[in-house]
């Protein structure tokens, strides 16, 4: 046996070279974070989101890292959006090997009086859209030899807090449907994880970033001392998403500066 063999973690086989990543919600916050950091591992990386000049803003910076990337602009909630984001970006880079099902909304609440009309398209857009993704992508890999979801789920799949409503009953259900799938996929050469971040800073908490008071709040629930950014979340991504992975199935990787250690 070569000592080659025996080696899985080393840097070569976080090199995404070679592969084609598709990240929802790539034209800001976190899912840019993700992008930058999956096209800095060497993967022609496929942004898609809503707005045309924040996708073309950060394909451009994917060029600035060695890697030619390329957009599909869509809106989630479009059911035909839905249905044709897989094969939309098959079509546009001739094949897909990772999905990174990042996209999410949230909409705060006490459960109550929580409106039902948004309970439905909180768990529509956080759930039932990365499930319908995952499904396509997945019977692309599993006719092409194989590939690997990471879907971005939150500390909320863990634990709760009050008042965030739909959010962590969707968020439970990504962990839920991470693990459902790695099951059942495993041994056609597909890979389910996902990564759970704690507070990051962009436009989905932007209530916190605005006031000392909010800050504050910020910094106390968060043990290493700073507030989460958009660049920590990619590293996971990449791991999860390369061949240093590859037994790890069905798993969670928690990046929130300490905060679910308390
Ligand atoms: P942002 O609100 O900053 O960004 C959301 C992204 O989703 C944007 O790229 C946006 O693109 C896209 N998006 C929103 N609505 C639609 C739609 N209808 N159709 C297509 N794309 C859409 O969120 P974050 O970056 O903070 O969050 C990213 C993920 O990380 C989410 O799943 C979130 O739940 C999760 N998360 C975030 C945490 C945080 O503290 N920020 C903590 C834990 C998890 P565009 O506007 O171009 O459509």
Redesign the pocket.
């Known amino acids: 046996m070569s000592v080659d063999s025996e080696i899985q973690y080393a840097p070569a086989r976080l090199d995404l070279a070679g592969k084609v990543a598709l990240v929802?919600?790539?034209?800001?916050?976190?899912?840019?974070?993700i992008v930058l950091a999956m096209a800095a591992a060497g993967a022609k990386v496929i942004v898609?989101?809503?707005?045309r000049s924040?996708?073309e803003d950060v394909v451009a910076a994917t060029r600035k890292v060695g890697t030619e990337g390329d957009l599909v602009?869509?809106?989630?909630?479009?059911d035909d959006?839905v249905d044709t984001l897989i094969s939309d970006t098959v079509a546009l880079a001739g094949k897909l090997d990772i999905l990174v099902?990042?996209?999410?909304?949230?909409a705060d609440g006490p459960m109550i009086d929580y409106d039902l009309e948004t309970w439905r398209r909180v768990i529509r857009?956080?759930l039932e859209v990365p499930m319908r993704l995952s499904q396509q992508a997945a019977r692309h890999f599993v006719a092409n030899g194989g590939g690997s979801i990471v879907n971005?789920?939150?500390?909320?799949s863990q634990v709760a807090v009050a008042e965030a409503g739909a959010?962590t009953p969707a968020?439970h259900g990504v962990l839920g449907l991470t693990r459902t799938m790695a099951l059942e996929l495993g041994k056609q050469g597909v890979r389910v994880n996902c990564v759970?971040?704690?507070?990051?800073?962009?436009?989905?908490?932007n209530n916190l970033w605005g006031s000392e008071a909010g800050m504050a709040y910020a910094r106390d629930r968060i043990p290493c001392g700073r507030i989460?950014q958009?660049r920590d979340?990619g590293g996971a991504v990449v791991f999860l998403a390369s061949e240093a992975a590859d037994f790890i199935h069905g798993q969670v990787i928690v990046v929130d500066g300490g905060s679910l250690a308390t």
Do not use: E
């Not at 971005?152 to 909320?156: F, G, K, Q, T």
């Not at 759970?196 to 908490?205: K, R, S």
């Open positions: 929802t919600g790539g034209t800001r916050g976190i899912g840019r974070g898609s989101g809503r707005d924040n996708a602009v869509c809106d989630l909630f479009d959006a099902n990042n996209a999410g909304i949230d857009f956080d971005i789920a939150s500390v909320l959010y968020k759970a971040p704690g507070l990051i800073q962009t436009d989905m908490t989460g958009p979340i």
